[in-house]
Structure formats: structure tokens, C-alpha cells
């Protein structure tokens, strides 16, 4: 599932291919993603011009003269920037075309359709899927202050605060994990127990665990434009995830691994201590 840095991953990817770009054509194959695709979506998107991009949790957002286009990538999205005389024909699970004056094209494919494209012409900060999101976590936002106040009225464990969107956005099962590790936190240490010692460390790891899973993905960045290229999603350095049973890379303690709200969960029992 793409997470974060592969969102933003993609978005550096996308985006100078249609900054300031002019929309030529919109040709959507199938309507039933996530939620319905708004059946007037290309008649409104033609001919407007595309003034920003950038992206909020997991959502890619385009922002054009009268409204934004939001993207998810649910479960297995992907998109692609093709060129337009390549005539590249679309395949079975490539729903949506996005052409630009550039000669260009964003193609978004998605096998599972658990992905999302809608329009909305209401600021952002109001719409639903965002009103009630945490801050971004590489922004001066999240910070040790946020996440102390954020866990104090909170009996779940630290695992499950830091994937609440509420608390920080984009935090999912793999960064959450390696992000404890590298604190030294144990996963199921009650939220209300975390010092402020440990919520700086957490803030410290979750930023430097997204920052370099970002920086990892940079190298795939050409992938985009390759028209049978799979995009930036990258096998990063992991030193908990999916690791049970191997030695702890800092003390060689043998790493063990439960579940947690149907998420797997891996940690070191001597460097991560619940007390
Ligand atoms: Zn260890």
C-alpha cells in the first residue's frame, strides 16, 4: 500500500510535468473507485489550468482555477506520466487519463480500485477527508509540545497514537514500527505513560524514518516516466519490520513480533522497554 513517502515520492515525480499546466482532455474509464467518480469531472476539468500541486496525508492534490482534484492511491493506485504521442494504449486497470497542453499525460492505474479521484471546490481545510487531520509530521507543526498534549488523555498504546491521523498524519504500520525501534519505545507502551523525553525522541525518529524512506524513493524518480515502469516504491532499510525471529541490530536480542489491531507489529524486547 503506498504510504507517505511513496505519496510524496510520487508527487515529486508528477509535478513538473503539470505545474501551470493546461488540462486538453480527461477521459475516465471506469467510474467506481473508492467512492463514484463524479460523472461531470472531465466536462469541469477541461481547459482549466493546473496551479499547484503538493500533497496532504496520503492525498495528492492538484489545485486548479476553480477547485482541487484530490488523488488517493488506496491500496495499490498508481500514477504515470506518459507522453502523448507515444500512444501508449490503456490496459484493463488504467481508469483515468489526464492530458496536458504540455503533451503530456497522467495515467492513474489501480487494480483493486480502492483509490480515489473527486473534485471539490471547497477550500481544502473544510472538506471532510481533511477537516479533522493532524499536522504533517516534517512540518515544524509536529513537535514534542503537540505529541505530549496529544497523548495525555490517551489509554491506547504509543503504536496506536502515532498512526491516529488526528495526532500526525501518514504515520502507517511499517513507519510506526521502525519508528518505535529507533526510539526505543515498546510498542505497547500506554500513550499517557510517554515522558516528554520519549515524545521527542518519537518525534525525532518518525521524522528521520519518513525523511529517509522519502530520500530512498528519490532514486526511483525516473520510473515515472517509464511507460511499463513500476513507480517509486522502494524497499527501504528496515531494522524491525517483518524481521521476527532475526538478532536486534543494535544488542542481537532476538526480535519478536504480535498483533496489534490486525497489524503486525515487531520490536526488540531489550531495547524497547515498556516502563
Ligand atoms: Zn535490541
Redesign the pocket.
Known amino acids: 500500500m503506498p504510504e507517505l513517502p511513496e505519496v510524496e515520492t510520487t508527487l515529486r515525480g508528477v509535478e513538473s510535468f503539470l505545474k501551470d499546466a493546461k488540462i486538453n482532455q480527461v477521459t475516465i474509464r471506469n467510474f467506481s473507485l473508492r467512492w463514484p467518480i463524479d460523472p461531470r469531472l472531465a466536462d469541469i476539468l477541461t481547459g482549466q489550468t493546473i496551479h499547484l500541486l503538493y500533497r496532504r496525508a496520503k492525498y495528492l492534490l492538484l489545485e486548479c482555477d476553480t477547485g482541487t482534484l484530490i488523488i488517493h492511491l488506496g491500496m495499490s493506485g498508481r500514477l504515470r506520466i506518459l507522453a502523448v504521442n507515444e500512444n501508449i494504449a490503456p490496459e484493463k486497470h488504467d481508469h483515468f487519463d489526464l492530458v496536458v497542453e504540455n503533451g503530456h499525460l497522467l495515467r492513474y492505474t489501480d487494480p483493486r480500485r480502492f483509490g480515489a479521484i473527486l473534485w471539490t471546490e471547497a477550500p481544502i481545510e473544510v472538506h471532510p477527508l481533511f477537516s479533522h487531520l493532524g499536522p504533517e509530521p516534517l512540518t515544524e507543526a509536529f513537535d514534542t509540545a503537540e505529541l505530549l498534549v496529544k497523548s495525555r488523555n490517551r489509554r491506547c498504546s504509543a503504536k496506536t497514537l502515532i498512526m491516529d491521523g488526528k495526532v500526525v498524519v501518514g504515520v502507517g504500520n511499517i513507519y510506526a514500527n521502525e519508528a518505535l525501534f529507533m526510539a526505543g519505545i515498546h510498542p505497547q507502551k500506554i500513550a499517557n505513560q510517554l515522558t516528554k523525553k520519549d515524545c521527542d525522541k518519537l518525534v525525532t525518529a518518525i521524522k528521520t524514518i519518513l525523511t529517509q524512506a522519502i530520500k530512498a524513493g528519490g532514486t526511483t524518480l525516473k520510473d515515472f516516466r517509464k511507460s511499463d515502469g513500476k513507480p517509486g516504491y522502494f524497499a527501504q532499510q528496515l531494522n524491525v519490520y517483518g524481521r521476527q525471529g532475526e538478532a536486534?541490530?543494535?544488542?542481537?536480542?532476538e526480535?519478536e513480533h504480535y498483533k496489534e489491531a490486525q497489524r503486525a507489529t515487531f520490536y526488540?524486547?531489550?531495547?524497547?522497554k515498556l516502563k
Open positions: 536486534c541490530v543494535h544488542c542481537g536480542s526480535l526488540c524486547p531489550k531495547c524497547q
